[in-house]
């Protein structure tokens, strides 16, 4: 908590009206200056399964034509480079929740029809969550509340078990690092968004996507603010 208190205090503090990421006044962009704004990297034409950019629109890479994904589509805002970056790790380990809404409201623009009847953020263990205080994934769906009708429901799935970091795993490792991780209510929607802060190898939402699979969900998409640039 005075850890917390002190990064704050040492990166100064935030006034309403500056920009998230310079810190200069913005008046009419709320949290983010135009500026920054033109300057944040996009994905060039995203694989329609795993957001890879590519150099042509509306196609599949090579891997997702060998396997395709368990979801039926992946959309993702940025690669997880600077500035993104930055505003994830603060989001994530500096208590700026603030960064959250920017950041949902950042991925909604790369949004579109069919919408799910519930996007559901992919959830902390509860152990975890009382440590950081919030959710990182419910913090960005504030930001996605912008798109009129959209439900958000982060009751559906839980964490029931704390696995260790991921970071080193490879992505075997990850997989049966998370097998039996989750768990999920009785669901209610055919059609689900899952919602996390950034895609690495997708092993959380492999091991999500065929829990709400068995549950009878017909379409799964997978959202996600950033996806990291290996393949
Ligand atoms: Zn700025
Ligand atoms: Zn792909």
């Keep these: 908590m005075i850890k917390r208190l002190l990064t704050r205090l040492q990166s100064g503090p935030l006034w309403w009206g500056q920009c998230l990421l ?13 500026y920054c704004r033109q300057d944040l990297p996009s994905l060039a034409f995203p694989c329609p399964g795993c957001a890879f ?37 603060d989001l994530k380990y500096h208590g ?5 809404r920017l950041l949902g409201g950042l991925l909604a623009e790369c949004l579109g029809p069919p919408w799910p009847e519930a996007v559901l953020p992919v959830p902390l263990h509860w152990w975890r969550r009382l440590r950081r205080g919030y959710n990182q994934a419910d913090e960005i769906a504030r930001g ?11 009751r559906l799935l839980r964490r029931i078990r704390s696995t260790p ?40 939402m492999t091991e999500l996507t ?5 549950q009878g969900v017909e379409r799964v998409e997978v959202w996600a603010v950033c996806r990291t640039l290996e393949h």
């Design 22 to 34: 310079c810190r200069q006044n913005c008046q009419h962009a709320p949290l983010l200056c135009e």
């Design 53 to 89: 950019p590519l150099s042509v629109a509306d196609a599949h890479c090579g891997r997702c034509q060998k396997q395709p994904p368990p979801w039926q589509r992946m959309r993702v805002r940025a690669p997880f480079t600077e500035p993104w970056s930055r505003l994830i790790h």
């Design 96 to 100: 700026r929740t603030l960064n959250g």
């Design 144 to 154: 996605l509340q912008q798109l009129p009708g959209l439900k958000i429901d982060n």
């Design 165 to 204: 970091s991921q970071t080193h795993l490879s992505r075997m490792e990850r997989r049966r690092n998370l097998h039996g991780a989750f768990a999920a209510a009785p669901c209610p929607y055919r059609h689900v968004a899952l919602l996390d802060d950034v895609i690495t190898t997708g092993a959380t």
């Design 210 to 214: 065929h829990l709400l699979r068995a």
